[in-house]
């Protein structure tokens, strides 16, 4: 038989190991995204792949190891790149305005990425939900460190430090449901929708480092209403 007949299929030709689990990942990210979790199939994620099902088992585990391995890229990929938006040269509000756009950005680009990220992971629960559990704590944590930063520029770290972590946390919820919201709203820019939630919550920021806090009226208590 000539050598031409002897050659294995496409699908099945010898790649390098990172770029045939890079394969299989782009494809289970995309089917994941469709379907979710549980409704996924093995078969569609080696059909997209191009690659049988047993090589994926073979690399990659099962649909379980599957998910939770998709799961921990695309957060590692989303981190990466808020990371590399945050020019540390310049001011706390203009770094973290270029960490929201790069995250706009990102999730823009990668519908997928933010769906099995943002939905699909957290609707399983499990060990999956504390991977992005996880993520948001690293987020919180980068945006508390620029609620810091701003208030010791202005000498009131210890203000900053104490509300930093709890608003952060807030920001991060914010930063998250506009971009669900901006998915639907793909004229808006990344650049408008991180200056808008600058200016919902970065004057904000600013007036509590300055020691300017909303209070309520004489007579009344945080704990009514």
């Not at 946390?169 to 449901?177: D, Y």
Request: net charge negative; proline share 5%; aromatic share 8%.
């Amino acid at each position: 038989m000539p050598d031409e007949e002897q050659r294995p299929p496409e699908r099945a030709r010898r790649l390098p190991r990172a770029v045939r689990e890079r394969q299989i990942l782009d494809a289970a990210v995309q089917v994941f995204s469709r379907h979710g979790y549980h409704s996924a199939s093995m078969d569609e994620i080696s059909e997209v792949a191009g690659v049988s099902k047993p090589m994926i088992y073979t690399y990659l585990g099962s649909k379980e190891d599957l998910f939770g391995k998709s799961i921990q890229r695309e957060a590692t990929r989303l981190l990466e790149a808020i990371q590399a938006g945050v020019q540390p040269d310049l001011p706390p509000d203009m770094q973290l305005w270029h960490g929201l756009r790069s995250f706009y950005r990102f999730v823009a680009e990668y519908r997928e990425s933010w769906t099995v990220l943002h939905r699909q992971a957290l609707t399983v629960g499990g060990a999956f939900a504390a991977e992005i559990t996880a993520m948001r704590t690293r987020a919180i944590e980068l945006v508390a460190a620029l609620v810091v930063s701003a208030g010791t520029r202005k000498g009131l770290a210890q203000q900053a430090e104490f509300s930093g972590a709890g608003l952060s946390a807030a920001l991060v919820g914010a930063a998250e449901s506009l971009a669900d919201w901006a998915l639907d709203h793909p004229e808006i820019s990344d650049g408008v929708l991180a200056s808008w939630l600058m200016n919902l919550v970065w004057l904000g920021f600013n007036d509590l480092v300055e020691g300017e806090v909303w209070k309520p009226r004489p007579g009344e208590t945080a704990s009514e209403g």
